[in-house]
């Protein structure tokens, strides 16, 4: 199950509708062993292409040195989809390097730029196989962890 | 006098878990047959016919060996070397 908060999924949604149709992606760090995303990090997509997306080398080495400095970890890697449903592809499955992420896809492929509607689901993928898991998102102002 | 390499998650069941380790050669090829040969199973995951797999990167420092000599990139006593899988997908 991914628990992320009701603002960091509408950045990501958000940065899945701007940069359509071309694909959208990043990160939400958090904590190392937590599981609880924190830090939304949009990354530049080095492919600029509707069918593909890799973060840029430098810009990779710098998040990983930066999450480690801050002791966190990728909780969520995202991108989106802009012609296809959100399920991940077999490049993704292929390249899915972070057996402790959350892959989160967005399509766009129904609102393009535009406020439509948006599908968003979430997977483990693991050794090439994949493992759909709910979304679950948690109010803004009451964060996970705090006691009610 | 070593050299140190920062190991990614995905790759760390090759090192017991290890985030770094160090290593020796005189290039990133030299310093690949030495990592491998106590961390066997390592180059196979890091090259492919002679060359570094696509979908992995490997810094010297703070530069992509891609823009230095890729595999046959020289390596100096004290040097860092990082490598991290590539974050992408289609």
């Given at each position: 199950m991914l628990e992320i908060s009701a603002d960091l999924l509408d950045?990501?949604?958000a940065h899945a509708r701007a940069d359509h149709p071309d694909e959208a992606c990043g990160v939400i760090a958090g904590p190392e062993g937590?599981?609880?995303?924190?830090?939304?990090?949009?990354?530049?997509?080095?492919?600029?292409?509707?069918?593909?997306?890799?973060?840029?080398?430098?810009?990779?080495l710098a998040l990983y040195r930066d999450m480690d400095d801050r002791e966190e970890e990728p909780v969520v890697i995202y991108h989106?989809?802009?012609?296809?449903?959100a399920y991940p592809s077999r490049t993704d499955i292929a390249y899915a390097s972070?057996?402790?992420?959350?892959?989160?896809l967005v399509s766009t492929r129904e609102c393009g730029n535009g406020d439509g509607p948006v599908e968003v689901r979430s997977f483990r993928i693991v050794d090439g196989a994949v493992?759909?898991?709910p979304v679950v998102v948690t109010s803004a102002d009451a964060p996970i962890g705090d006691a009610p | 006098m070593?050299?140190?390499?920062?190991?990614?998650?995905?790759?760390?069941?090759?090192?017991?878990?290890a985030k770094v380790v160090e290593g020796n050669g005189a290039?990133?090829?030299?310093?690949?047959?030495?990592?491998?040969?106590?961390?066997?199973?390592?180059?196979?995951?890091?090259?492919?016919?002679g060359a570094l797999r696509r979908f992995v990167n490997v810094y010297l420092n703070d530069e992509d060996v891609r823009f230095l000599g890729g595999i046959d990139t020289a390596l100096s006593d004290g040097d860092?070397?990082?490598?991290?899988?590539?974050v992408a997908g289609g």
């Open positions: 950045a990501v949604i937590a599981d609880i995303p924190t830090r939304f990090i949009p990354m530049v997509n080095a492919a600029r292409s509707p069918t593909f997306y890799e973060f840029d080398s430098r810009d990779l989106s989809h802009t012609a296809t449903e972070e057996p402790h992420a959350h892959y989160l493992t759909e898991e | 070593a050299i140190e390499v920062r190991i990614p998650t995905i790759l760390r069941p090759y090192t017991d878990g290039t990133l090829a030299a310093l690949i047959d030495d990592l491998d040969s106590r961390h066997v199973g390592l180059r196979d995951r890091l090259v492919e016919d860092s070397v990082t490598i991290l899988p590539a």
